[in-house]
C-alpha cells in the first residue's frame, strides 16, 4: 500500500485545517490508521490514531478537543480535522497504516508511511 498525505499549509494561529491521507490499496478497510507529526530537531511524536474500523481513536494531549480523526473506507481515506491551530502545532504531519488493525499510538507499530505534509501556523 502507498500513502498520499495532502491538506498543509500556512495558516495563522486560531485557523483550521483538514490532512487527508489517501490510501493506494482497497485493504486500506483493514488497517489501522495514524497521524504523526515531527518538528525541526524533535523527535516523531503521536498525535491521532483509529483502527480499522473506526471503534477506537485516541489523540495525543496537546490535541485533545481541537483535532478529530476520522476515516471513509469507501474512499480508502482518512482525515485528521485541525481546529484552533497554534504555533506548536507547526511540524510535518505523516500518515501512517498499521497493518494489524487494531491501532496504536507508537510509530514502530506502523508498517508503512505516507511522505508527510507540511503545517505552518503563525502567531
Known amino acids: 500500500v502507498q500513502l498520499q498525505a495532502s491538506g498543509g499549509g500556512l495558516v495563522q494561529a486560531g485557523d483550521s485545517l483538514r490532512l487527508s491521507c489517501a490510501a493506494s490499496q482497497h485493504t486500506f478497510s483493514n488497517y489501522a490508521m495514524g497521524w504523526f507529526r515531527q518538528a525541526p530537531g524533535k523527535e516523531r511524536e503521536f498525535v491521532s490514531g483509529?483502527?480499522?474500523?473506526?471503534?477506537?481513536?485516541d489523540y495525543a494531549d496537546s490535541v485533545k478537543g481541537r483535532f478529530t480523526i476520522s476515516r471513509d473506507n469507501a474512499k480508502s481515506t482518512v482525515y485528521l480535522q485541525m481546529n484552533s491551530l497554534k504555533p506548536e502545532d507547526t511540524a510535518v504531519y505523516y500518515c501512517g497504516a498499521e497493518v494489524r488493525g487494531v491501532g496504536s499510538v507508537y510509530a514502530s507499530d506502523y508498517d508503512v508511511w505516507g511522505q508527510g505534509t507540511q503545517v505552518t501556523v503563525s502567531s
Open positions: 483509529i483502527n480499522w474500523r473506526g471503534s477506537w481513536t
